[in-house]
């Protein structure tokens, strides 16, 4: 079975502080895809990262940077220097070798006050 | 645009009543997925379609059903509504495992 589990479920920070959001996958899958999307207040659902299961590198994009480690089944979401636009839900998801579905975790929602 | 386009994006009805939401997915992909938010909850998988035929069930009720159509656009149907059914209802599409999901911007649904 996979699951996902986001076990911070609301976050509150100042402006420019570093925010660390977790993410803890299970699945039997060697081969599986972990994501982040973001849901700002008007509700649609964008797309932030893919990281596959063979790719272990660490990756930033600007003030966002993503920590992957097997060794721990987890998928860590990292906003440098937060702003109020960053305030969103935030969803970790998984989706393994069949593609029938991606299973997300329950969201961490984020809230940055200036 | 994402190039997942949902149609309505808001949507008042009844309870007792039937409704369908549409999904046309991004050009290419032959997979959609439905998903139900409700309010404050994570996002529930519902149902997926591959080129026509149903492929994986989620939490779907048995109120609500799905088809995907030639042209690939999808419909997912609401029936004997409940007020528990009011929900973001999300379609996503995907063209196969690497490139993850594209996601429609939503049909609020609201039954009163």
């Known amino acids: 079975a996979q699951k996902v589990t986001q076990a911070q479920t609301e976050i509150s920070v100042v402006e420019k502080e570093d925010v660390t959001l977790d993410c803890v996958y299970e699945?039997?899958?060697?081969?599986?895809?972990l994501f982040w999307y973001k849901q700002p207040p008007s509700g649609e659902l964008v797309f932030l990262i893919r990281?596959?299961?063979?790719?272990?590198q660490n990756e930033i994009s600007g003030r966002y940077s993503w920590n992957f480690q097997k060794s721990t089944s987890s998928f860590n979401f990292t906003i440098t220097a937060s702003q109020v636009v960053d305030s969103a839900v935030y969803f970790c998801a998984l989706s393994g070798n069949n593609n029938n579905d991606m299973r997300f975790g329950a969201g961490t929602r984020l809230t940055v006050k200036p | 645009d994402s190039g997942v386009t949902q149609t309505p994006k808001h949507l008042i009805t009844a309870t007792g009543q039937r409704v369908t939401l549409r999904c046309s997915p991004r050009s290419g992909d032959l997979s959609v997925y439905w998903y139900q938010q409700s309010l404050d909850q994570g996002l529930q998988f519902l149902i997926q379609y591959y080129n026509g035929e149903e492929r994986a069930k989620g939490n779907i009720l048995e109120r609500f059903s799905a088809q995907q159509f030639p042209d690939l656009h999808s419909e997912l149907n609401l029936s004997s509504l409940e007020l528990g059914d009011s929900a973001l209802y999300f379609c996503a599409s995907s063209g196969g495992l690497p490139y993850g999901y594209t996601f429609g911007s939503g049909t609020r649904l609201t039954v009163v």
């Open positions: 699945t039997r899958d060697t081969t599986y895809y």
């Open positions: 990281r596959n299961s063979f790719d272990e």
